[in-house]
């Protein structure tokens, strides 16, 4: 079983950055592709970002250029990075573990969740 809890969450102005991490144990991090979604009031759960085993990176159109998921398998934690944040970045972000081989970045294939992180972007 594997736990995940985010940090770095907060309130910035519109254009300011922020750093999420997110801590994994339980588990052998480097099996995991890892990923980050977000979800607003009143919307659904949406893919944000995601890096697989290998370390290659996916990112929904709204966010390339702006966003960076990495991860540090020696720290067993994954982080999102992002820049020139706008209001509607603004959502709860979860970080989760996927551990199939064969997947992509709908939120069913991922096994394990974090509880959220609040962003919040002030215009």
């Known amino acids: 079983q594997v736990q995940l809890v985010e940090s770095g969450g907060g309130l910035v102005q519109a254009g300011g950055s922020l750093r999420l991490s997110c801590a994994a144990s339980g588990g052998t991090f480097s099996n995991y592709a890892m990923g980050w979604f977000r979800q607003a009031p009143g919307k659904e759960r949406e893919f944000v970002a995601a890096?697989?085993?290998?370390?290659?990176?996916y990112y929904v159109d709204s966010v390339k250029g702006r966003f960076t998921i990495s991860r540090d398998n020696a720290k067993n934690t994954v982080y999102l990075q992002m820049n020139s944040l706008k209001p509607e970045d603004t959502a709860v972000y979860y970080c989760?573990?996927?551990?199939?081989?064969?997947?992509?970045?709908?939120?069913?294939?991922?096994?394990?969740w974090g509880q959220g992180t609040q962003v919040t972007v002030s215009s």
């Open positions: 989760a573990a996927c551990q199939a081989t064969i997947w992509d970045t709908r939120a069913a294939f991922f096994d394990y």
């Open positions: 890096i697989s085993r290998g370390g290659t990176r």
